[in-house]
């Protein structure tokens, strides 16, 4: 069983990384509706609000308890988040709440004592996730399936949508195997989070390719050039799992293309902010793909010590 203090900290860490992940999901989906599912838009605001507010209530609640290196790692907050807030809120004309990012950089990582109170705290947290984590599930479900039976027109791609609904699976998932105070067998997450993030990876690098200016030549090989690298390495640990072989040798890989393209992303989030880049990303995406790949690199660095 988990202890209290490795329960307390873990969710925290999670909600701090994957709850402002959802909002920006929501965010995303309400800016890319027609006005003829404006039933859609309104839904999507009303999540993104309720993330808000539960992103709110956990950075309340995480000073001194929350991981130094996840807050060293930039999943939570980079450089350029409450900039591209900002620019992202004055190019759509949604008012995103720029308090939150604040009080994130603002966090201090600690072991501070976990009593009872907090704990509690930290389970409702958990069931409150677990429940709006269902319901953005249906609802990115329902609007996949109205854009793949050409029942809706969004400007997202399908396999964005797709792509949003694993995420949000996957957090649900470690939300409930948190909730049940599971002890983590790092062997088997090597094989399930790498498979995860290197193909998310490889999609971030397809959904960048996609969204740049054909006229950005440049950009486009090098993400076309990511993408088919990414691919490469979810084969690789594919292989590896039915095999059963070490993974020492693929982590690594994935360890330095993964470096590679966080660099990548955080100049093309540098290039959209100072409006250097063609293209139809907004910069809250850019930044949002960023914080993902410095997540999955905090990961397998863990992972590699594990390996090694």
Known sequence: MLP????VRQSIDLHL???RIMKEH????????TPRDAEFTRQADAFRMEFDSFLRDVVAVANGVVSPDVLQSGEVVTPYTLNAEKATSFLAGIQIPTD????EIDLIGGDKEIDPQLEQKVVALNQRATDLIGRIIQFKTTILS????????????PLLIDHILREAKLYLQMVQRLQNRERINVEREVLEQELFWNRIMAE??????GLLDPTENELITIANNFGNE?????EEVEEAMEMN??????TEDSLNATKRIRDFKAQGTQGLLGCNIQSIIIPLLGDHVLREASHFLRLLKTFYCHLT
């Open 4 to 7: 209290s203090i490795d329960f």
């Open 17 to 19: 990384f994957f709850a």
């Open 26 to 33: 929501s965010f995303f989906l309400e800016v890319g509706f």
């Open 100 to 103: 939150i990012t604040q009080a």
């Open 146 to 157: 109205n854009v793949l039976s050409c029942q809706m027109f969004t400007v997202n791609y």
């Open 204 to 209: 971030h690098s397809k959904f960048i390719r």
């Open 230 to 234: 990414f691919d490469t390495l979810v």
């Open 245 to 250: 072989i070490p993974l020492t040798e693929v």
